[in-house]
């Protein structure tokens, strides 16, 4: 067995070989013939969106050479204006939902509420920053909206279905394919490469035998990812000889490789210094601005927030003006 898929099979899913998904998604695809399991044929990039390299030269640090946008520069867009406006879904509809979200923890018997009845809307082709000082429940109300944890009471709603509720395997599919996730502490497999890292949910999704049939067309899809952020020379690189800005820049192309519909980025510059932060959140402003995907950001610093289209403020667990 290959050595990247063996790591990852050893550290992500128990040494047990993943069920091969009986549907194949848009990306990564190659073409001719039917897949093993009898779904449609793969190709390489899916007709509707591409997420193609970034334009302008890489950087003098590696990191793609992207100016702020004027958008980006500007103060946040009035409600019906602007970027956010123009992407919203026709029905008026917003891509993502939560309503009325509370969550409590407890240490022994001590309950500790952590949100207190949150409702957040985020439309499609957004970018909304939530902001608040730590212990505000900003982090927890981002692994609400992805599932990785669940309500106490309230509802979370993507395109129009309740996902808070979903079984287990169904939020886990959801999370691979339409979902994308960047944590403040980048969670790279330490054994696997950087090229390795950006595979692992294609390896997750598709199982042993689509990943070995399709492995080329697969790396090539995570190369262009990497060279994207400003990688391309760092394919073998292990997480140990990377620095923090190149191993969140590896944690962006691996929440891309799957295409997603929505990104939640958890303080994605707090542990990086203010250049390395400044260009992550520069390509993350370019990936909204040139191929619309909706991003849900939560940061403690206005500054940051103010590159956003929207932004609310999370206090003591509410939302406030």
Same mark, same amino acid.
């Given at each position: ?22 549907? !194949?998604?848009? /990306?990564?695809?190659?073409?001719? *013939?039917? @897949? ?7 190709? #390489? $990039? =899916? +007709? ?79 970018? !909304?920053?939530? /902001?608040?000082?730590?212990?505000? *429940?900003? @982090? ?7 599932? #990785? $944890? =669940? +309500? ?90 990377? @620095? ?58 206005p500054a940051i927030a103010r590159m956003a289209d929207r932004t609310i403020r999370l206090v003591d667990g509410r939302i406030v003006p």
């Amino acid at each position: 067995m290959n050595d990247d898929l063996g790591h990852l099979l050893h550290h992500a899913t128990g040494s047990k070989r993943p069920a091969i998904s009986p549907r !194949l998604p848009a /990306v990564p695809r190659v073409q001719g *013939g039917q @897949s093993l399991d009898g779904g449609p044929q793969l190709e #390489l $990039d =899916a +007709p509707s969106r591409r997420i193609g390299p970034a334009r302008g030269a890489p950087g003098a640090t590696g990191g793609p050479h992207i100016a702020l946008s004027e958008h980006a520069a500007k103060a946040p867009a009035a409600a019906g204006q602007g970027h956010a406006a123009a992407a919203t879904d026709p029905r008026g509809e917003p891509q993502l939902k939560a309503v009325g979200l509370t969550k409590s923890y407890r240490k022994a018997s001590i309950e500790i509420p952590v949100l207190r009845g949150v409702d957040v809307e985020a439309r499609a082709g957004e970018l !909304l920053a939530v /902001v608040g000082q730590s212990g505000s *429940g900003k @982090s927890t109300l981002l692994h609400l909206l992805c599932t #990785l $944890d =669940a +309500p106490d009471r309230g509802e979370i709603h993507f395109e129009g279905r309740r996902i808070d509720r979903l079984p287990a395997a169904e939020r886990d599919r959801l999370r691979n394919r339409r979902f994308g996730m960047i944590f403040q502490f980048y969670h790279l497999l330490p054994e696997m490469s950087t090229l390795e890292n950006v595979l692992a949910p294609l390896m997750i999704r598709h199982g042993v035998w689509n990943y070995l049939r399709y492995r080329r067309a697969m790396r090539e899809r995570a190369g262009e990812l990497l060279e994207m952020v400003g990688l391309g020379h760092r394919l073998k690189h292990k997480p140990r000889e990377l @620095s923090g800005g190149e191993m969140q820049r590896a944690a962006i192309a691996r929440a891309l490789i799957s295409q997603p519909d929505l990104l939640l980025a958890d303080e994605p510059t707090g542990n990086l210094d203010h250049a390395t932060g400044t260009e992550i959140l520069n390509l993350l402003r370019t990936l909204n601005d040139q191929q619309g995907l909706t991003i849900v950001m939560v940061t403690h610093d206005p500054a940051i927030a103010r590159m956003a289209d929207r932004t609310i403020r999370l206090v003591d667990g509410r939302i406030v003006p």
